[in-house]
């Protein structure tokens, strides 16, 4: 059973286009992140929700919108798509806010032509 | 100045070898000190959890903490060529979290 999911696994799309991301986790974890990995491997934290919650909310643009319909789902919408917005897009899920372990998902591909 | 550097290789080691990560960083409050193994197109999966200063092992692998250095280590031994990946450090003040770049490692059988 996967324990925390992402769809889709490859996503290709023009500039200006709208593009949503999800994310679910069966593991009953309290605590969802979502972070962007550019291609030099830099990992960096955008959002994190604990019980559908905003707790953390990195400096990325207003374009990026994250959702939580609830504690099992965190989904991320992205406005009017840039070049520089391609990138891999992991999820992750915790039980609780903090350093406790994090569990990541398979990542997104996001290529922006 | 980044909050966390990490040295991003690559680092290509013959079979059995022992290999040696680390991290620096300049934040005094991180408390929690993580080592993430990557493999190609996957998710970063946790290694080894640390509070505060010390050393830990598991199995293979042991992790040191110097805080008065602010310095970081990921020690591995007998190292096998399943073990190549891109290890990245990760630290926390409990409510921020970074992550060092990763360091590209090839273990050659």
């Known amino acids: 059973d996967t324990a925390v999911s992402q769809t889709p696994k490859y996503l290709v799309t023009q500039m200006g286009n709208d593009k949503s991301i999800k994310c679910e986790q069966n593991l009953g974890h309290d605590t969802m992140y979502w972070y962007k990995q550019d291609s030099k491997k830099f990992l960096k934290i955008m959002f994190s929700?604990?019980?559908?919650?905003?707790?953390i909310n990195e400096t990325v643009p207003n374009r990026f919108s994250p959702k939580s319909p609830d504690k099992a789902h965190l989904n991320l919408h992205i406005n009017s798509l840039e070049l520089g917005d391609s990138a891999v897009y992991f999820c992750?899920?915790?039980?609780?806010?903090?350093?406790?372990?994090?569990?990541f998902g398979p990542g997104t591909r996001l290529t922006v032509l | 100045q980044k909050e966390v550097e990490q040295d991003p290789g690559p680092l290509s080691v013959p079979e059995g070898a022992i290999v040696s990560l680390n991290c620096t960083y300049s934040?005094?409050?991180?408390?929690?000190f993580m080592w993430y193994r990557q493999y190609s197109r996957k998710g970063p999966e946790l290694l080894m959890y640390t509070y505060s200063s010390g050393n830990k092992e598991d199995g293979r692998f042991t992790a040191q903490v110097d805080k008065s250095s602010k310095y970081i280590s990921l020690f591995i031994r007998d190292s096998q060529p399943s073990d190549s990946a891109t290890y990245l450090c990760a630290m926390s003040t409990g409510n921020q979290f970074y992550f060092g770049t990763g360091t590209s490692l090839t273990v050659i059988p």
């Open positions: 929700y604990n019980n559908k919650e905003l707790i």
């Open positions: 934040n005094s409050a991180f408390q929690y």
């Open positions: 992750a899920s915790s039980q609780d806010f903090g350093p406790d372990t994090q569990y």
